[in-house]
């Protein structure tokens, strides 16, 4: 399971860095089809079936959040250096 949950964290943060919200929302979708039927399949109750299906969720969402971050960190960074060279070369 922590593999699973190291994989979902770095897609995640894939998708933040490379895509806007309607692909997250996408693969939420897909993740949430996928996690039930990967909770029915191990025998999961009701409660620990919604909280597998919960915890996969949160961890796409706060990695896909910290790949948002990254990505306007970087985008201003570059744009302030672009900016800079341009009043350096006046």
Do not use: K, P
Not at 21 to 41: G, I, P
Not at 75 to 80: D, F, G, K, N, Q
Request: net charge positive; hydrophobic share 70%.
């Amino acid at each position: 399971m922590t593999y699973a949950a190291v994989a979902l964290a770095i897609l995640g943060f894939v998708f933040g860095m490379a895509f806007r919200v309607r692909a997250l929302l996408w693969f939420l979708a897909l993740l949430l089809v996928v996690s039930v039927v990967f909770s029915f399949v191990y025998g999961f109750g009701f409660l620990n079936a919604a909280l597998a299906v919960m915890a996969a969720q949160m961890i796409v969402q706060g990695s896909y959040f910290g790949g948002l971050v990254v990505r306007a960190a970087l985008s201003a960074a570059l744009r302030e250096s672009s900016v800079l060279r341009f009043w350096g070369s006046l």
